[in-house]
């Protein structure tokens, strides 16, 4: 289901909803009178996606629409409703637990809802929809309704091939990159749903402070009809910065009770009775970080049934909240998709982007632009310095030269960059690299591009909506555009007997972004190690990092996240099946999704006894699953993938405008490359914009420019393969 039919849907089942009879005195609250905003398309968008965990009623027959404990008199309603009307079930109760660790927030919500829409004589199928935060993943999901009970796990995607034609979009994925739904069948009339559903996302940190964003707003027509009784809402809030400094809370959007405060931690409740359920987002910010650039380092012991059985260590570092500390002169080149995907508003949201950031640049720095499609087209041979006349002769280029046309071809455009940027000495070298495409390669950008952003020491990021394009590239870009510290060293490191870094380049250190690398390692680290890199003034700054071994923060879980992220990343470009499997390995065993595994649903009959132990549902081999699947007592659902997906070569050589949905994968000239991901549907036909600055280690060396060329090579000779195979 696409977001559009979504919000028709829900705006269809409001108004079926509105045949209930509550009885004298007993009816839901008066509905608003709209304003002429309120009735715009925008609006309608903003206000019926949901901003909470929310259950609905999913309703073809309106027929059964009826008030089950006061049956009235309905006037009968012919045919049946294509797409099916989304009723939002009235909640019962709801209660959310947030653990922040570092600069990741564990967040779990459970709530209780009611099928408060249909005749206590029939069912309906209901769909959860849970709005998750930045970079989130879902972790888990258990469902208990009368009779059943539903909970999810992780399987290897080579398991699944006989399930495959069961994983309908309709059994539940995302609908929107940060709105996971989950299909709940046949639940009674008048019946209670409870749904727990945990996932994590990441914290911003600005300024020297972390914020926290759940979205925890419900509409007025969940609350139950009748009279007004007060609920009780709960929300505990728990903060672990692991750093065994003071943490010092900055903002709270709802009252809460501080309840523990430790050195380095604090929790806080919030519980209260309420005829309305919470209008407002939960939001949560706090300090712990000096003014100076400072860091530690966390060591972890792996648990028993961990499969790697080195220790795991995450060093990090602070910026610090000194606003004043000089950042590194830039030389950036701004490398530009215009091919035919691009067309409309991608291509002005960029522009846009564009425009703001050459606005940021600083009269020393010094730019260029290179748009690309099938052709090239620079602004200057050269790179310039910043003034403002230049940067008004490349916003006149801007408007004159990005028309979209043309397929996708990003290596001669990127070898260009590579030796415009050849010369670079005291200043941060960064190619800007914008794209909705293939690149001409078999995988979707978002790999490619997070592959060029290891290898140059660079970040990367992805707009999966064409509204969210421009803030995404400015937001990258002044990140990029602030480095404190460049060429970062941790010498311990090569004194282990092993050790395993992700990203294996450490990134220069942003003002505004905290830095974390993590891995494995054997051997012994002393208590302190130091680390050092490059001062914008060239001078060499050295910060000594504590060595905590941590027991009570879920360091795994917390590294875990960007580590598979790197390393499919790595086993899409080596093709390693080693790596796959060790990829599958992390995530089933911390519950985050990848593209190498599925997440599935098994539906539990209470009312059987079951013939399948605990373990065996836990330990979902190949066989155990065949089990599983032809149990009488159990059924299992195979939900679409919940990763990003490899891409779409099709849809980037037909020009196909980015979006969010399903397409069909390449033809079969390319399956013999993407052998290890046929069976991960992408949802995606192509990110509606990806990003990358390469930033590579205070100066482009040899290495980093032969690697980068390795990479679109290869690239290059997949796409030769693919779209020239005959067989």
Known sequence: MAEEEFVKSVEDGLKLAKRIYFGKDRSALPPKVLSAMERSQSYRRLHLIPTAPMVYAVISDPTIVDNPDLPSYQPHVHGRIDPPALIPLQMNGIEMSVDCCLDTAFVTVTGSWRVHCVMASRSCDCRLAVPVGEQGSILGVEVDVARRSYSSQLIAVEETPEMEKSAKPENGGFLTPQIFTLAIPQVDGGSNITVKVSWSQKLSYDAGQFSLAVQFSFPDYVTPAGKRIPKREKIQLNVNSGTGTEVLCREASHPFKEIRRLVGQLGFLYEADVITWSENDLKFSYAVSSNDISGGVFLQAPSPLDFDQREIFCFYLFPGSDQRRKVFRKEVIFLVDTSESMKGKPLESVKNALFASLSMLNPEDAFGIIAFSGETNSLSSSLVLATKENIDNATDWISSNFIAGGLTDILQPLNQAIEMLSDSSGSVPIIFVITDGAVEGTYCNHYFLQMLALIGRGYCDAAYDVDSIETRVKRLFTAASSVVLADIIVDSFEQLDAVEVYPSQI????????????????????????????????????????????????????????????????????????????????????????????????????????????????????????????????????????????????????????????????????????????????????????????????????????????????????ACFSCCSDD
Request: proline share 3%; net charge positive.
């Open 507 to 718: 990134p220069d250190l942003l003002s505004g972004c905290l830095l974390t690398v993590s891995g494995r390692c054997q051997g012994s680290l002393p208590s302190s190690i130091k680390a050092r890199g490059t001062l914008a003034d060239r001078s060499t700054f050295t910060v000594d990092l504590k060595v905590q071994k941590t027991k009570d923060l879920p360091l795994d879980k917390v590294v875990a996240k960007r580590q598979i992220d790197l390393l499919t990343a790595q086993a899409w470009f080596s093709q390693s099946k080693e790596i796959e499997e060790k990829v599958v390995k992390m995530s089933i065993q911390m519950g985050i999704s990848s593209e190498y595994t599925r997440m599935i649903i098994v539906q539990t009959d209470k009312t059987k006894p079951s013939s399948q132990s605990a373990a065996a549902l836990q330990d979902l081999s190949k066989a155990n699953l065949q089990k599983l699947v032809s149990s009488k007592e159990r059924k299992v659902f195979l939900l679409k993938s919940l990763g990003i997906g490899f891409g779409n070569l099709t849809a980037t050589l037909d020009g196909i405008p980015p979006g969010f949905g399903e397409h069909e994968s390449s033809e079969a000239a390319g399956e013999a490359l993407v052998k290890a991901a046929s069976d991960c549907c992408s949802r995606l036909a192509d990110c509606c914009c990806c990003m990358c600055c390469i930033q590579a280690c205070s100066k482009l060396n040899n290495q980093c420019s032969i690697a980068l060329v390795q990479l679109c090579s290869a690239l290059s000779f997949l």
